[in-house]
């Protein structure tokens, strides 16, 4: 099976950066994913990584080491309508989505 | 450009009962695939469609579940009878190619069976 680790929940401030980790041991890797799912609502992209190393896209970073079966998703310059589900999600040897529990995460005045 | 869509949004319905969902998926997408988030835990793969045939339906639960996609358009998940641990929320998503690349996910059907 597909083992996905992230934790559970996150409180950070307004402004400040909050960095999201994910490991995973899964039969295979076609690439790692971030979405961001606020209360119900659909999950939406984020980043995906594929190689080793640092994505960034404004105030969102995504960072993989395949190696290490580990992945950051680095949030900075935290707003309100940050506070969100972020869920980690990787293609294991097929195309099958497999993700984590989701990291609940929580911006505070 | 619309993104996936769901109905209902929300379904109670009692043990026993049968209920259908619906997704239409991002138009010109040929795969689509079903997954489910039960309560507090991950989303976990159902099945994948390419066009109107199954690719894989390996995340299916049991043979109460009967998911179709006749003409390649939109797509149903049907729950006959529903049981008490069928509850959740049941995602849609879309994709232009099969492979590496973003899954559009739609809002989910939230279903609570009582």
């Known amino acids: 099976g597909q083992n996905i680790d992230q934790p559970t929940e996150m409180t950070a401030t307004e402004g400040a950066i909050v960095q999201i980790n994910c490991t995973y041991q899964?039969?295979?890797?076609?690439?790692l994913f971030w979405y961001q799912q606020h209360a119900g609502e659909a999950p939406t992209f984020l980043s995906y990584?594929?190689?080793?190393g640092l994505e960034e896209k404004g105030r969102f970073s995504s960072f993989l080491s395949r190696s290490k079966g580990y992945s950051y998703l680095l949030l900075k310059e935290l707003q309100m309508k940050d506070s969100a589900s972020y869920l980690c999600?990787?293609?294991?040897?097929?195309?099958?989505?497999?993700f984590g529990a989701g990291t609940t995460v929580t911006v505070r005045a | 450009e619309a993104g996936v869509t769901q109905f209902p949004s929300h379904s109670v319905i009692e043990k026993g009962q049968t209920v259908t969902l619906r997704c239409d998926p991002i138009?010109?997408?040929?795969?689509l695939y079903w997954y489910r988030r039960v309560m507090g835990k991950e989303i976990k793969f159902l099945l994948h469609?390419?066009?109107?045939?199954?690719?894989?339906e390996s995340g299916m639960p049991n043979n109460r579940f009967l998911a179709e996609r006749t003409g390649g358009t939109y797509s149903t998940l049907k729950v006959q009878p529903a049981e008490l641990e069928d509850s959740g929320v049941y995602f849609c998503?879309?994709?232009?190619?099969?492979?590496?690349?973003?899954?559009?996910f739609g809002p989910g059907t939230r279903l609570t069976v009582l």
């Open positions: 998503a879309s994709s232009q190619a099969h492979g590496p690349g973003e899954q559009f």
């Open positions: 899964t039969s295979g890797f076609n690439g």
């Open positions: 990584n594929v190689l080793d």
């Open positions: 999600a990787v293609f294991p040897n097929d195309y099958k989505l497999s």
């Open positions: 138009s010109g997408h040929d795969n």
């Open positions: 469609f390419v066009k109107e045939s199954k690719q894989d």
